[in-house]
T-cell receptor
Framework: GESVGLHLPTLSVQEGDNSIINCAYS??????FIWYKQESGKGPQFIID?????DKRQGQRVTVLLNKTVKHLSLQIAATQPGDSAVYFC????????????FGGGTRLMVKP | DTEVTQTPKHLVMGMTNKKSLKCEQH?????MYWYKQKAKKPPELMFV???????INESVPSRFSPECPNSSLLNLHLHALQPEDSALYLC????????????FGPGTRLTVT
């Protein structure tokens, strides 16, 4: 069952504003990073990924920024919509260590109409 | 087709029951995964299959038994579970040979009574 008192970090934004979700990672050997969106009752959905030879990658309405110096990853969502409301997870992997993803704790994004 | 399917969607079982969870993908991926996800937590890796062989077992109790009958199918056999095993069980697949995005199924919501 659920853990009483456990809260996900929550970001609340107004519809139409830009959202920035942050993630710190700890393994300096990680060279592949990925963002997932998980809506209630569904599995995680791939949003965007980035390899360590890049510091920025853009998709449709989303941008991922990677700062390897401070081991920080961010996801920017432009013109946030109610359908963006979900929990967002970052994950990291080491390309030489195969397929294992290590997930961050998650951030809940709430979009106010 | 980037779909991973899982059945059943919901499962309620007693502690003496034996049941199986099923997962299927037709993306030609040769790596498949089982994750367990508790409420408000990120997915936790349980097992990894690579080319139909078990490559990673993250110290999962023996009451969970994975099986990979072929490159498209992944099963998780359940026996003598405990109430604390109640969770969302997620299947994922990816390419092999390095770190790539994993595609997740919708999950099976398991309740152990």
């Amino acid at each position: 069952g659920e853990s009483v008192g456990l809260h996900l970090p929550t970001l609340s934004v107004q519809e139409g504003d830009n959202s920035i979700i942050n993630c710190a990672y700890s393994n300096s050997a990680s060279d592949y990073f990925i963002w997932y969106k998980q809506e209630s009752g569904k599995g995680p959905q791939f949003i965007i990924d980035i390899r360590s030879n890049m510091d920025k990658r853009q998709g449709q309405r989303v941008t991922v920024l990677l700062n390897k110096t401070v081991k920080h990853l961010s996801l920017q969502i432009a013109a946030t919509q109610p359908g963006d409301s979900a929990v967002y997870f970052c994950a990291e992997a080491n390309n030489n260590a195969g397929n294992m993803l290590t997930f961050g704790g998650g951030t809940r994004l709430m979009v106010k109409p | 087709d980037t779909e991973v399917t899982q059945t059943p969607k919901h499962l309620v079982m007693g502690m003496t029951n034996k049941k199986s969870l099923k997962c299927e993908q037709h993306m030609g991926h040769r790596a498949m995964y089982w994750y367990k996800q508790k409420a408000k937590k990120p997915p936790e890796l349980m097992f990894v299959y690579s080319y139909e062989k078990l490559s990673i077992n993250e110290s999962v109790p023996s009451r969970f038994s994975p099986e990979c009958p072929n490159s498209s199918l992944l099963n998780l056999h359940l026996h003598a579970l405990q109430p604390e095993d109640s969770a969302l069980y997620l299947c994922a697949s990816s390419q092999t040979g390095g770190a790539y995005e994993q595609y997740f199924g919708p999950g099976t919501r398991l309740t152990v009574t």
